[in-house]
């Protein structure tokens, strides 16, 4: 059976959310998935359509999210579809919203230094989602995270103190996996511009996320 996938994109341009969202559509669609890409959150206001969705990605920096969209959202995920995202489109997403925050398993706070270089550590080499995958370099937003600590995390970033130093070898969840209601959660704190993820193994990490959050 076709698995049926959302992206509703918006919010802050700066990371790129139209181009993000249509690289990962066409990925997804590679794999046979039905995309439905929405500027917007209407949609996840109506829970009829929103239970026909196995995979649910929100790529809306900085957005705001109605009750009746927030419910609606975290409904579907409740109920069994997959929440799955990458860097502030959904790990910044809805600051005033703790209840997507606790499904999300975490939250954008800082990066310090803005655009730095730093090394993406694989911690667990066994699982599906980064199988075969080594350490990577990136130069990007490292972000720090409020985490939950119920995440299973698949990868991680150490912080410097050349910026912050109180958080100088501050190990930070980079990538992880969770359970919300009968929902699987994969989130990838990477990912700030579009071409973040010509870093084949950043691209590689979020693509197989995606897949094993489907239901």
């Not at 802050?12 to 998935?33: K, V």
């Not at 090394?119 to 370099?137: E, K, N, R, S």
Request: with cysteine; aromatic share 10%; hydrophobic share 40%.
């Amino acid at each position: 059976m076709t698995k049926k996938a959302l992206i509703a994109w918006g919010g802050w341009e700066g990371h790129e959310p139209e181009a993000t969202s249509r690289r990962f559509a066409n990925i997804l669609e590679g794999h046979d998935y039905e995309v439905s890409v929405h500027n917007s959150l209407d949609i996840c206001a109506e829970p009829d359509e929103m239970s026909a969705f196995d995979l649910i990605i929100p790529n809306f920096s900085h957005g705001t999210i109605s009750p009746e969209q927030e419910q609606g959202l975290l409904g579907a995920v409740r109920a069994g579809a997959g929440l799955g995202g990458w860097h502030g489109g959904m790990g910044d997403a809805f600051r005033n919203n703790p209840e997507y925050q606790f499904a999300c398993g975490g939250q954008w706070v800082a990066h310090p230094g803005n655009i730095i270089d730093y090394t993406v550590h694989i911690v667990d080499h066994d699982d599906p989602i980064t199988a075969g995958l080594a350490d990577f370099a990136m130069r990007s937003e490292q972000y720090y995270l409020h985490v939950d600590p119920s995440n299973e995390v698949l990868a991680s970033t150490t912080f410097g103190d050349e910026h912050a130093p109180w958080i100088g070898g501050a190990v930070m969840p980079a990538v992880w996996k969770r359970q919300y209601g009968a929902g699987k959660v994969f989130y990838c704190s990477l990912g700030h511009v579009d071409a973040d993820f010509d870093v084949p193994e950043a691209q590689t990490i979020t693509e197989h996320g995606l897949l094993w959050a489907t239901r």
